[in-house]
């Protein structure tokens, strides 16, 4: 904790002195006998660095590691993990935002078992109770209302409020992916492309969606009105944090974690939609651009550039599959669910009664057309969910089935999302049908 909060305040390049540094003059016992700089930040340590225990970023765990098991430090670690930088980064967020998943992960493990401590309870400073209950022996053992209390006291830790949106753990892993021009290389291909000005990346120069998510988030970074075929150029003019892309496996294990653990899912990114639509756009997006690159004559899926050019990085990664992975995931979770089902809904979900099968009067007509207001965004997650592929349909609607006998909310939840489904056909059928009459297809080609 102490590690990550020191580097964010020195920045990207911080590092910590071990041996004959020039505050600390003798060696720190237990460490290691190498001597020099140690780099802390190490955004997005990949496997052979894992594996190279002389590496920075193995080094920079390794210290985090002491630092958080040490018992001097840990009357202090309450505090100290819930400092903020001065990008208003918790040291949890922070090895998020740098891809440093490893570090994150056991940051994470770290609140859990200081939220949960029953031998010696550290005080947490967003703790309502002065003193630890006696029933918390376990987490188990924990009551309905004191589980909801150390789960909102885990958010608390993880991501204080008052927080932005991009800056909210969930989502940055959501948009951590790493830069197309890492497996496109300099081919011009068929993508969403930004120009940031606070980067100088206009005219000519541009980005892609991946970076404008993440090293241009909070610039004045727009979409091009004209979509051209281009690579990305975020590199060229700025430090390009999505050059690395981390170790994918922990990056999926924490945000299975947080999904299960914490309620981030309920919460809406900063174009306020709903976790799963942001993903399902992502996840379409990149499917249309892998697509559209694999079909370019110059796509050269394993090119590396830096044969060629010394100063671009390498471009031997595939391109990423982790929201998609992800997608499916989330497609089974009940709060992300719930959320996305009753987007726009303006009724409780308890005043959402099922009325399937009835004869419905004109009164109750005219509620559900009431209750079907707001839903565009509904609408536009099925939409987007039939151009995901039959399996993950079949996901959704099973996570749905499994449910229903579990929970009689979700019959209502399944209604809307039925509701929506008719909706969307039926938008789709009269525009098909509008484009067969312009076309004058012949009546054998229509059925």
């Given amino acids: 904790a102490v590690v990550s909060t020191q580097s964010a305040h020195y920045g990207r390049g911080a590092v910590f002195y071990h041996g004959n540094s020039p505050s600390s003059p003798s060696t720190s016992a237990g460490l290691s006998s190498d001597h020099g700089l140690w780099n802390l930040n190490s955004p997005g340590s990949s496997t052979s660095d894992k594996n190279n225990k002389k590496s920075p970023g193995c080094k920079g765990l390794y210290i985090l590691t002491l630092l958080l098991r040490n018992q001097a430090i840990k009357p202090h670690l309450p505090l100290l993990i819930a400092q903020k930088d001065a990008d ?46 006696p029933s918390a022996s376990t987490p188990s053992g924990l009551t309905p209302a004191q589980l909801v209390e ?31 021009f890492t497996w496109t290389g300099k081919s011009h291909i068929t993508q969403d492309i930004y120009e ?65 653990d914490t309620d981030f899912a309920t919460q809406r990114n900063d174009k306020d939609e709903p976790l799963l639509l942001s993903l399902i756009q992502t996840v379409i997006r990149q499917m249309y ?11 050269r899926s394993r090119d590396n550039i830096r044969s060629r050019d010394s100063s671009a990085p390498p471009t031997n990664l595939d391109p990423p599959k982790f929201c998609s992975d992800a997608l499916k995931i989330a497609l089974t979770d009940y709060k992300a669910v719930h959320e996305i089902l009753y987007e726009g809904c303006g009724d409780s979900p308890a005043d ?34 039939t151009k995901c592929g039959i399996e993950v349909i079949q996901t959704f609607l099973n996570a749905l089935k499994s449910w229903s006998a579990k929970d009689p909310e979700v019959v209502s939840m399944t209604e809307r999302f039925v509701r929506s489904v008719i909706r969307v056909f039926i938008v789709l059928s009269l525009q098909v049908s509008t484009t067969i009459k312009k076309k004058k297809v012949p009546t054998a080609t229509l059925r």
């Fill in 88 to 133: 208003g980064y918790t040291p949890f967020m922070n090895a998020i935002r740098r891809r440093a998943y490893t570090a994150a992960s056991a940051l994470y493990t770290c609140t859990k078992e200081l939220i949960y401590e029953v031998s010696k309870p550290i005080k947490s400073p967003f703790s309502r109770s002065s003193s630890p209950s």
């Fill in 150 to 180: 150390k789960k909102r006291e885990l958010e608390a830790y993880l991501c204080p409020a008052g927080t932005p949106p991009l800056a909210q753990p969930l989502n940055m892993l959501c948009n951590n992916d790493n830069c197309s």
């Fill in 196 to 260: 940031c000005k606070t980067c100088g990346l206009v005219n000519n120069f541009c980005c892609c969606s991946e970076c404008a998510k993440s090293c241009h988030a909070g610039h004045d970074c727009k979409l091009k009105k004209k979509c051209h075929t281009a690579y990305c150029d975020c590199w060229v003019t700025c430090p390009c944090n999505a050059l690395v892309p981390g170790d994918q496996e922990i990056r999926m294990s924490l945000f299975k974690q947080l999904l299960k």
């Fill in 289 to 299: 651009a892998v697509k559209k690159a694999q079909s370019a004559p110059t796509f």
């Fill in 352 to 385: 959402l009664g099922s009325r399937a099968g009835s004869v419905l009067s004109s009164d109750e007509q005219k509620l559900f057309l009431q209750k079907q207001s707001g839903t565009s965004k509904l609408d536009y997650f099925t939409y987007l969910l």
